[in-house]
């Protein structure tokens, strides 16, 4: 595209070169002819000298007018059938060009103007901020170390406007603060933009996406994992949703603890407890003290297996909510819930949202260990093991 847009300018160039040295050839020319002028004005006007005789005009002089306007015609029949040709190139090197200063802007917003890189790592790779947390009446309870999700994978859990929801709105309760107008933040709808296509740019591939809760996986129990990847191996290895082959209930609930809880993978970005235990983001799951504070995001989920079949389970944790859509056929979806299983942005590229593929963070017996292991919550409390690092909670004095 850009040698399109390049060789495109030479012709114009070159064009445009032939054009200003042709007009300038015809005014010398011009005004060499009108110079040859002296005497008398009557006898020497222009028009009454006399001109050349109709052997001299209709042979040369006629021949030279009439091969220069054919060769002026030729210019204009090669040189806009060239224009049109490269014109395709030249609109598409303009919206790349367009796309690339989008992003410039992202980056420069994500690392300096709005410093999302302090919280979130480099490009995206997540990080932890620090932060305050206070009881209801606002007296200092504990400096925690909140992780901030790793947002290199984030377009593989929400949708874009998911993204742009967050962005404007923050989370309130968490050190993520509110960045657009409608959620009263300092950036611009048109910076917003910038900032998820910055967002685009540091996506990982499919491949390593699903490495990373894997190796992390293979890292803590190798055999779990080996049994995992023949058990994907068995749905084709594409994680095929649905009525794919499962784990063993005992793998299940291990590997469920594992996604369901883990706080290190990725900064917490394949986590649950992050979005549905209070105190999970900063290493204090399941603890009396985490409960007092305003809540998680998302509900406690003891209980699940009552309101739910395992069916509806999986589809609400593979698809995410739409904001608007029922779940559960009772409940009302919030678009905060991220999808897991199936990837929010597939299949619109004709909307200009970039395609990575069917799958999102999970694969499908990923999926089916993290149901199970939620479906027991209430029935085995051995099953909420907590998070390493959870001694010290604080204790409340005149709280509940
Ligand atoms: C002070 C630290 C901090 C800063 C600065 C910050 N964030 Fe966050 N962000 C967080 C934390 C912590 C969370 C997780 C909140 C939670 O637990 O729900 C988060 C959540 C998010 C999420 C939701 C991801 C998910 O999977 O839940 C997105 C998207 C996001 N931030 C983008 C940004 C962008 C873009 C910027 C810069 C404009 C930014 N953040 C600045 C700390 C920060
Ligand atoms: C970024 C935050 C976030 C993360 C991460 C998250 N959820 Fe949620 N989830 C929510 C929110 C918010 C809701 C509540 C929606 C509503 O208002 O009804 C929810 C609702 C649910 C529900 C329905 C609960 C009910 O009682 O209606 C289930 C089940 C669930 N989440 C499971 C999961 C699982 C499993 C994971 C991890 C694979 C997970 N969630 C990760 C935010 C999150």
């Known amino acids: 595209m850009i040698v399109a847009a390049t060789t495109q300018r030479v012709v114009g160039f070159v064009i445009f070169a032939v054009v200003v040295v042709g007009v300038i050839a015809w005014l010398i020319a011009n005004m060499r002819a009108s110079r040859a002028e002296v005497g008398s004005e009557i006898e020497l006007a222009a028009n009454r000298k006399p001109y050349y005789d109709d052997e001299e005009l209709e042979g040369k002089k006629l021949n030279m007018a009439l091969f220069s306007a054919a060769g002026l015609l030729a210019l204009i029949g090669v040189a806009l059938p060239l224009y049109w040709l490269a014109e395709p190139g030249r609109q598409e090197g303009a919206v790349e060009m367009f796309q690339e200063t989008f992003v410039d802007r992202g980056r420069e917003l994500y690392e300096v103007g709005a410093q999302c890189v302090a919280c979130h790592g480099g490009e995206g790779s997540g990080g932890v901020a620090t932060y305050i947390i206070n009881d209801q009446n606002g007296q200092f309870v504990d400096q925690v170390s909140w992780a901030a999700p790793a947002l290199n994978n984030v377009l593989y859990r929400y949708s874009e406007e998911g ?6 709105y923050g989370r309130p309760g968490s050190p993520m603060a509110a960045w657009g107008g409608p959620g009263g933040g300092p950036l611009t709808t048109q910076q917003i933009d910038n900032l998820i296509d910055y967002l685009w740019s540091v996506q990982k591939d499919p491949v390593a996406v699903a490495a990373t809760i894997d190796d992390s996986v293979k890292g803590l129990d190798e055999g779990l994992y080996t049994r995992m ?3 994907r191996k068995s749905n084709r290895g594409d994680g095929e949703p649905v009525d794919a082959n499962r784990l063993s209930r005992a793998d ?16 917490g970005s394949y986590s649950c407890a992050r979005c549905h235990v209070a105190g999970a983001s900063y290493g204090q799951a399941w603890q ?9 995001l998302g509900p406690n989920l003891e209980g699940i297996q009552d309101i739910s079949t395992e069916q509806q389970h999986f589809d609400l944790i593979w698809n995410g909510m739409k904001p608007g859509a029922g779940y559960f056929s009772r409940k009302q979806g919030n678009p905060q819930m991220p999808a897991f299983g199936a990837n929010p942005n597939t299949g619109q590229a004709e909307q200009g949202i970039p395609d990575k593929g069917e799958f999102g963070m999970l694969k499908a017996e990923q999926v089916w260990a993290v149901i199970t292991y939620e479906r027991n919550l209430s029935n085995d409390s051995a099953v909420k093991s907590p998070v390493a690092g959870t001694e010290s909670s604080p204790t409340f004095v005149g709280q509940q």
Do not use: C, D, S, T
């Open 252 to 267: 299940e609930l291990a590997l469920g603890e594992i996604i369901f809880n883990n706080q290190e993978i990725a900064a």
């Open 163 to 168: 993204v742009r929801y967050v962005l404007n």
């Open 229 to 231: 990847m023949e058990v």
């Open 288 to 296: 009396p003290f985490a409960r007092l504070q305003k809540g998680a």
